[in-house]
């Protein structure tokens, strides 16, 4: 109803809860109105609403390169107020936009100086950030209450480089801690890396059994058949030719 009424006639403005409405009398900025009607003369006087409470800002996905060349995806969400009304809507032509994009700039700046291993500590960058935005507030009339990441992961390709470079480092320390007991080189690498080397005699100077030679077979006592000659084959004896001559 107060709607229709604000339509047909124009001279009321209706502030809800949770907004507050800063007046302005002849294009000059007047005073700030809490929720509730408020009267106005028309073409003289307007009202600006803007939304007072807890606003949370989901920035788009970002691409950030690394200082050591690596590659990570990152979502940021912001959590703001305004509580300067005059400032907000005075000093800056659109505050969400504003704010958006400050924090873009901001996360670009502290995520872009990491290296692979600053870049899983998130309280720190987050600090940063907010650190970042500290002039934004006192000059915006805002108050940044949390700044976070929904999202920080390489990219696929990164990720590849991060998990063979892990895997590296973990059969270095193993192969320090194998060769460290007394264990060869080789014989290190070879439980490392899960390759086959062959050795000539291990640490117990035994051959091992693929390098040992093969057993000659027993001789057979005499009269007895040797079980490994066959008779021979009659298609492989000679041919003779019945009619010729001696």
Same mark, same amino acid.
Do not use: C
């Given at each position: 109803?107060?709607?229709?009424?604000?339509?047909?006639?124009?001279?009321f403005?209706v502030?809800?809860?949770?907004?507050?409405?800063?007046?302005?009398?002849?294009?000059?900025?007047?005073?700030? =109105?809490?929720?509730?009607?408020?009267?106005?003369?028309?073409?003289?006087?307007?009202?600006?609403?803007?939304?007072?409470?807890?606003?949370?800002?989901?920035?788009?996905?970002?691409?950030?390169?690394?200082?050591?060349?690596?590659?990570?995806? =990152?979502?940021?969400?912001?959590l703001y107020?305004? &509580?300067?009304?005059?400032?907000?809507?005075?000093?800056?032509?659109? &505050?969400?936009?504003?704010?958006?994009?400050?924090?873009?700039?901001?996360?670009?700046?502290?995520?872009?100086?990491?290296?692979?291993?600053?870049?899983?500590?998130?309280?720190?960058?987050?600090?940063?950030?907010?650190?970042?935005?500290?002039?934004?507030?006192?000059?915006?009339?805002?108050?940044?209450?949390a700044?976070?990441?929904?999202?920080?992961?390489?990219?696929?390709?990164?990720?590849?480089?991060?998990?063979?470079?892990?895997?590296?480092?973990?059969?270095?320390s193993?192969?320090?801690?194998?060769?460290?007991?007394?264990?060869?080189?080789?014989?290190?690498?070879?439980?490392?890396t899960?390759?086959? =080397?062959?050795?000539?005699?291990?640490?117990?100077?035994?051959?091992?059994?693929?390098?040992?030679?093969?057993?000659?077979p027993?001789?057979?006592?005499?009269?007895?058949?040797?079980?490994?000659?066959?008779?021979?084959?009659?298609?492989?004896?000679?041919?003779?030719?019945?009619?010729?001559?001696?």
């Amino acid at each position: 109803m107060l709607e229709i009424l604000q339509a047909m006639l124009g001279i009321f403005v209706v502030v809800y809860d949770g907004q507050h409405a800063l007046k302005f009398t002849l294009g000059r900025a007047r005073y700030v =109105v809490g929720p509730g009607l408020h009267f106005k003369w028309p073409i003289i006087q307007r009202f600006q609403v803007k939304d007072t409470r807890h606003t949370t800002l989901d920035l788009e996905p970002q691409t950030i390169r690394l200082a050591d060349d690596l590659v990570y995806e =990152v979502d940021t969400k912001v959590l703001y107020q305004i &509580v300067d009304l005059r400032k907000a809507i005075i000093e800056i032509d659109d &505050v969400v936009t504003g704010l958006r994009n400050r924090v873009v700039l901001a996360v670009q700046r502290i995520v872009g100086s990491q290296t692979r291993t600053t870049i899983g500590d998130r309280e720190r960058m987050e600090e940063l950030i907010r650190e970042e935005l500290t002039s934004v507030e006192e000059a915006w009339g805002l108050n940044i209450l949390a700044v976070g990441f929904s999202n920080l992961s390489p990219s696929p390709a990164t990720l590849e480089i991060t998990q063979l470079d892990l895997l590296a480092r973990e059969r270095l320390s193993l192969f320090e801690e194998l060769h460290g007991r007394g264990l060869s080189s080789s014989a290190a690498v070879a439980l490392v890396t899960g390759a086959v =080397v062959t050795t000539a005699v291990d640490q117990e100077g035994v051959l091992p059994r693929a390098a040992r030679p093969a057993p000659e077979p027993e001789p057979t006592e005499e009269g007895e058949p040797d079980p490994f000659e066959t008779e021979p084959d009659p298609w492989d004896a000679p041919k003779t030719n019945p009619g010729a001559q001696d």
